[in-house]
């Protein structure tokens, strides 16, 4: 497809209705963070990226928002040690669970300035430019929703530029990257004014269906505990607490983690078709744990059992007198699956904007707290079988998904995998499977940095032979790997990185949670299996039936020379950006070559989520 191709405004106007919200990244065109840089025509999605303005915190009140900073005045822990304690761990650690503590170093509080969603969002409105602010507004939508919503409340702040979908205009890169309120990404009183006038949980909340009230003489902020003070809390901030039970239920968290996007084929014209590109609470919605677990139980984790504390501190940070002491409080933690973009913003946080705001210690604090949660939560790694004969390893690996949707979940550029070494008792690597170079490449027969792998348009008589690797009951070879990812492939069946390209996927064998069937009467259809996964007789599935949470993956490994005694390791690693991902964004938009500069100095170290070693 020629770059900046024309689409008819008409033609997209009356069949792009369907689109909900572009894919966004981990989680721009127009000018980014300083405003346009120097010098030339700019394409869609350029940006002066090595410039960008530091974000600062203390922007106050814009329409019904206000700054994170109002909230974390109060809503912080006493000192260790001050009786009574508020939002410490019941542990002798004493450590600090409160919103203020936990909150600003999170990929939720940093979710505009993430650099892989600004590379993202940058790369799919040079491929399609005439939707470039299409693009970018509704991946503000849950990015920037402070930003995005205080525009289309107020009208203000809006452009007509390559804006085909909202007749009242779009809220762009350039106007979000000089508006603080929307730099402050996911913040409190975007999350805690959410309303529900019965869409939460259906379809019309997903892609960033939320909404908030825009009267701005009768801000609320709603939690889900009963007869909250009023008070203080409304002279301080302007807001005034109410009860809603909704604020502890995972139907909050649908209305950004459930995204559909609109396919777009190689000339640029919408099919008419939406696709899944990501859907964590559809997963969980069809699993054992929606009927026992939460999305907020998980990643907004309560210390433990039986935990109390009251919610607030006076400014100075004392304990407040009067405040009932609150069952079960969830830490704003929002604990994921990222620590490698954690680690490029600590790295450049001049860079992407965040200068100084996040400290350097509060980023390390965030990636070991993010560890801790994927050794101790993600899955469990066991031997089935481990036998060697002096001729052929038999090796049964059971992978068990211990989390509430797949396993990988969300944006397709996650994947996991098994490593496993063999070692003969003089410490001889005599096999290795799923092992890394330091660039983070897997080294497995499939290439999937080929540069026809990576093309928009693909040459004559191209296959997707090669370009990922396959799902793999049995592995017998080195160059083979047992590798649990999503791979997108467009109308045409071939693969892509190209997001509004996407069609259907290749490969899905992440592995669903326990109590995932097809016959699951919430099962969503496009949350479904795809690839040779479905004949996989021990994937999801054992002779009790399916919906096990499990794969099984059997190695078969010819080991004739190898010498006595020997030693097996089992890991189970995860990269939440895997290299083809950042290979395959085609655009020379700055944002785009600052993220690939980024990566290739802090690469994406492989994390570990589980291992297991067993003696032959």
Known sequence: MAKGRAIQRTLVASTLILMTTAACGSGGSGNGPGGPSGGGEKTAGETAHSSPTVFDPHWGTVGVFTEAANCRSCHRATDPGVAPAVWRSPDAAERDISPDGQWPASMMALAFHDPYFQAVVADEADQFPALAGDIEDKCLTCHSPMGRT?????????????????????????????????????????????????????????????????????????GPYPDPRTHAMTNYSGHMPAQKDYMGESAVCATCHNLYTPTLDLAGNPTGEKFLEQGPHLEWRNSRYAGETTCQDCHMPVPEAGYESTLATSPRGRPRRGLPSRPAPHSHAFVGGNTH??????????????????????????????????ERQAAELTVQQAQWDGAELRLDLAVHNRTGHKLPTSFPSRRMWLHVTVMDGQGRVVFESGAVDREGRLQVAADPLAAECLAVEKPAGFTN????????????????????????????GDITHVLLHADTYLKDNRIPPEGFTEQGADFAPATATAGDARQDPDFNRDGDGAGTGTDVVHYRVPLETAGANLTVKAELLYQSVRPSFVAGLHSEAE??????????EVPPTPERLAVVEVAL
Not at 176 to 199: K, L
Not at 468 to 492: C, K, M
């Open 341 to 374: 973009m954690l680690q490029v913003m600590k790295r450049f946080a001049p860079e992407v904007g965040v200068g100084d705001t996040v400290a350097a210690a509060d980023f390390d604090a965030k990636v070991a707290q993010t560890r801790r949660f994927l």
């Open 591 to 600: 944002p785009v070559t600052a993220f690939k500069a980024m990566y290739d």
């Open 150 to 222: 205080h525009a289309h409340q107020t009208g203000t702040g809006l452009s007509g530029e390559n804006c085909v979908l909202n007749p009242d205009g779009c809220y762009r890169m350039e106007t979000a990257w000089a508006d603080m309120h929307a730099r402050e990404g996911v913040s409190c009183t975007a999350c805690h004014q959410q309303t529900d006038d019965g869409q939460l949980g259906t379809a019309e909340s997903f892609s960033g269906g939320y909404r908030i009230i825009a009267d701005t003489g009768s801000k609320a902020a709603f």
């Open 465 to 492: 032979d090669g370009c990922y690797a396959p799902h793999r009951d049995v592995i017998t070879a080195a160059d083979q790997a047992a590798v649990y990812e999503s791979v997108l492939g467009d109308v045409n």
